[in-house]
């Protein structure tokens, strides 16, 4: 079993519309959650954090987290071209961080 | 949040040859962090550059290979040494303070 454990996709959403991204990890312990975005041939940027159960909103993002599942997700509403892009989950469970193998989201114009 | 750059931002390198990369951070950040990501990939975890005393390497990856310095909590270099096309990725670098980790540009190398 994978430590963090992601859909390669490619999600397809037509834009407008809300893209729901979805990652499991396997480690109990972990404290902090991430997303990361990441366009082809850039490094990755950090779009939002969560640590505590629940949901956390930023924009047109909101992290979802539940830790009892170990389960955490991200929305994108009102998705745009320009979110096409892989989207990385992250687990940190002391001090560095484990990243899943990405999700590559299409928004269709 | 901390910006971080990273030199060279690409080089083609011979087999057999080393490289290092140098890591700037735009402030002090406790934690430095060494990745690597194949084409297509995700990022794996080479190591956690420790100011002042030797990395922290994960598995698979070992100091004569990858020597990393951290002479200050805003600079780190990593070093590929005797380098083979096995070697070809991006390698980047990761600060921060706290939990949050920023990446730098990444240095793309491609090993003849």
């Known amino acids: 079993q994978k430590e963090v454990e992601q859909n390669s996709g490619p999600l397809s959403v037509p834009e407008g519309a809300i893209a729901s991204l979805n990652c499991t990890y396997s480690d109990r312990v972990s404290q902090s959650f991430f997303w990361y975005r990441q366009y082809s041939g850039k490094s990755p940027e950090l779009i939002m954090s969560?640590?505590?159960?629940g949901d956390k909103e930023d924009g047109r993002f909101t992290a979802q987290l539940n830790k009892a599942s170990q389960y955490v997700s991200l929305l994108i509403r009102d998705s745009q071209p320009s979110d096409s892009a892989t989207y990385l989950c992250?687990?940190?469970?002391?001090?560095?961080?484990?990243f899943g193998s990405g999700t590559r989201l299409q928004v269709q114009p | 949040s901390a910006v971080i750059s990273q030199k060279p931002s690409r080089d083609i390198c011979q087999r057999g040859t080393s490289l290092t990369i140098q890591c700037q951070v735009d402030?002090?950040?406790?934690?430095m962090f060494w990745y690597r990501q194949q084409p297509g990939q995700s990022l794996t975890l080479i190591a956690t550059?420790?100011?002042?005393?030797?990395?922290?390497?994960e598995s698979g990856f070992v100091i004569d290979k990858f020597p990393i310095s951290r002479p200050n909590l805003t600079f780190s270099t990593l070093t590929v040494s005797n380098m083979s096309p096995e070697d070809s990725s991006i390698y980047l670098c990761s600060g921060g303070q706290d939990r949050e980790q920023y990446f730098g540009p990444g240095t793309r190398l491609t090993v003849t």
């Open positions: 550059a420790n100011q002042g005393s030797e990395a922290t390497y």
């Open positions: 402030s002090q950040v406790t934690m």
């Open positions: 969560i640590y505590s159960n």
């Open positions: 992250a687990v940190n469970r002391g001090r560095a961080l484990t």
